[in-house]
């Protein structure tokens, strides 16, 4: 039996681009590798090259991965597109392992050129695996567009992918596989990773031992350069980053205007017609993926290859095209007076939001019969809730035919979805932007931070140093960049681009990676980036009822779904998986003791996310009820970074303000009063050995958490009227970040109206492209 496999763990740098590698000793075979342990997954990468002088064309590298890993793998010239992509996984004890190659965002295939030797020292044992690999003919290759080839003499950006699924035929080394569950990249000194030749041929030749540590040797901290081979910078007139709501429909609009605009976004494909693939085998022979099919939201949360979600943010947002559109539950209101009023930190100049909801609603007016066969599903839990309301003097209504009526009303749950699929912002902005030639939509790619000169910018710095050989693509004299990177997106980059509070600018100047990418101090922007945050703070209620059919809690939608309802929705996108889980949603207007006017939201659906009861119940039978505290909350908080680059909330954003939590309470309260009024109705959570307040003092903040984050550029604090960052002359941001204070209840249509109306600012605003 093996024994455990010796691993060298380098210092933990941080994550993602905040990572740099440097040399370690591997115990096990006594190579100095030159590389990282990236801390997400634990997988070490490292590489070792002849001497310089040699030009040699080969190295010796490894990956050694936790058992779990499902595969994983490494780009040593820095980004997916035509490059040297090694990749292993374990299988029967043994490594199997490939060199590939890509030209597009698809499955990598089998590489020609390099010669893989494994090296004695590779090897599978419980709780690791290892493959230690000679790779000759290596360094530099052919491509459709010139050679490109690993910096060897100077620093670059190693790739790389990490998948926690297996792949489809372990045994076979040209196995296909699905998307990466997580990607990243580290800064490597190349010129610093050589070795004499006898010592390189000892370990070529599967020698273990005698590896030193070079003597001055430190994490490199020099601005990374990119692979000797590049593809030219071409600038822009508007470069905008990111692809949620808010960048598709700016992305949309600038290029309809005939601007020259380059779309990026970090994450890959979602939808079927995107190039999205990921779906489950009841569905193979369409082009429908997990992304297009709204009954598969609830496995957005359970699926142990969540590659959509973005792994250095540590709530929950989506990284792939479409942002978080692409992964939610698809609730869609178009947006009431309030949503843009004065009363709640809009400009004056925003209030007339109607043209442009008019816009979006043109676009997409959202539905609530989503069934292709125009029938509703699954409703059980609408009826009942529909019952708990009735005697508090709810009415019935269709939910976007009144967008103002908010109070004591309920209606079907509305959604972003168009013939039984999701469409939001991808289906309708994306898909028109896209044909035009004057936009370029560049995937898979990550913007660092802005590349400014004072108070103008330039350019942006990506992750893809492919470009210009340093990654920056510049703007066009008159240029401008906006970012619609999200609520936690956009301030990071702010921060790694010297805008923002100090305490914040400062983690980014302490970052080896970051720090030297920053401008001079004197220029930095003091700016309340991430301040002024809120989240609807939000209660689940978990009831059970004889009429309702809880799907199994949507837990075999994936593996084993019911084969009627999956071959109907396979044929057409008909029946119970053409809607997301929720079923009903309801409004209510309080007074607090502030005078303060706030709603309440509800959202209602079969299933439970958790049941805290140890009374027996009918698990066949649960449906849940979530409260949300929506317009007027007043508490917030406030999102940062830590020191390893990641965003997160420094101040959770819930019950900041005590009257917050009165209201809710008061709002739960109301609804519990009720149930005795619809007979065969129990609530089992919180259930009858807990009182409704015991229950939300105990709740956990964290399960608070609605995933509708706003405010962390507000508008007038961050941006000016025209969504401008203060201080700079043309940089904007427009995503969920600048809007002041929570729209009502799900945000994502009134993030797109904000984005309607601010490109329509910006396109009128003198002085630019
Ligand atoms: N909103 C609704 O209206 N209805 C819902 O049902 C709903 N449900 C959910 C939900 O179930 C979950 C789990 C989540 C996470 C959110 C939900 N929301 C819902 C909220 C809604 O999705 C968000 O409010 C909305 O998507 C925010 O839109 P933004 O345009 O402001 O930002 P996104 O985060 O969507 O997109 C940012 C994009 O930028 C991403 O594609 C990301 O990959 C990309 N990006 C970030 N940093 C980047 C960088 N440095 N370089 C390049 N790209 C970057």
Known sequence: MLRRLGLCILPLLGSVFAQSGGPYIDPDNGVTFYGITEPAHGVTYGFVFPPLDQNSTEFIGEIVAPIAAGWAGVAPGGS???????????????????????????????????????????????????WVYRCQNCVTWSTDTGTNSIPVSSTGVPAWAFSSRAVQTPSDAQSTFVQHTDFGFFGLDFSEAHVSDSQYQLWASGGTGTGTLPPTSSPTTSTPAGPTSTVPAVPYDYIVVGSGP????????????????????????????????????????????????????????????????????????????????????????????????????????????????????????????PSTDGKRYLMQSADVTAQLLKPAGYTNITINNSPNSKNRVYGYSTFGFLGGKRAGPIATYYKSAITRKNLSYKPNTMVLNVVRNGSTITGVKTSDNVIGGNGVIPLTPKGRVILSAGSFGTPRILFRSGIGPSDMVNLVKADPVAGPLLPPQQQWINLPVGHNVSDNPSINLVFTHPSIDAYDNWANVWSSPRPVDAEQYATNQSGVFAHASPRLNFWRAYTGRDKKVRYIQGTARPGAASITTDNPFNATQIMTITVYLSTGVTSRGRIGIDAAMKALPLVDPWFTDPIDKEVLLQGLNDIVANIPKVSGLTMITPDNTTTVKDYVDAYSPASMNSNHWVGSCSINHVVDQNTKVLSTNNLFVVDASIIPSMPMGNPQASIMVMAEQAVAKILALPGGA
């Open 246 to 369: 808010g960048g598709l429909v700016t992305a949309d609009r600038l290029s309809e205007a005939g601007k020259k605009v380059l779309l990026i976004e970090r994450g890959g494909p979602s939808l079927g017609f995107t190039g999205g693939s990921y779906q489950p085998d009841w569905l193979k022979g369409t082009n429908l993926t997990k992304f297009d099919t709204p009954g598969l939201f609830e496995t957005m949360f359970s699926d142990d290859n969540s590659f959509w979600w973005c792994k250095d943010i540590t709530v929950f947002a989506g990284c792939l095209l479409g942002g978080g559109s692409a992964i939610n539950g698809g609730l869609w209101w178009l947006p009431p007076d309030f949503d843009f009023s004065p009363n709640y930190g809009w400009p004056r100049s925003w209030a007339n939001h109607l043209p442009y909801s008019a816009k979006l609603k043109a676009r997409l007016p959202g539905t609530d019969t």
């Open 80 to 130: 997916m597109l035509r490059n040297l992509l090694l990749v292993a996984w374990p299988n029967a004890g043994k490594i199997v392992r490939s060199a590939r190659y890509a030209t597009s965002y698809a499955l990598p295939t089998a590489m020609s050129g390099p010669v893989l030797t494994d090296l004695p020292s590779s090897k599978v044992n419980e709780t690791h695996w290892k």
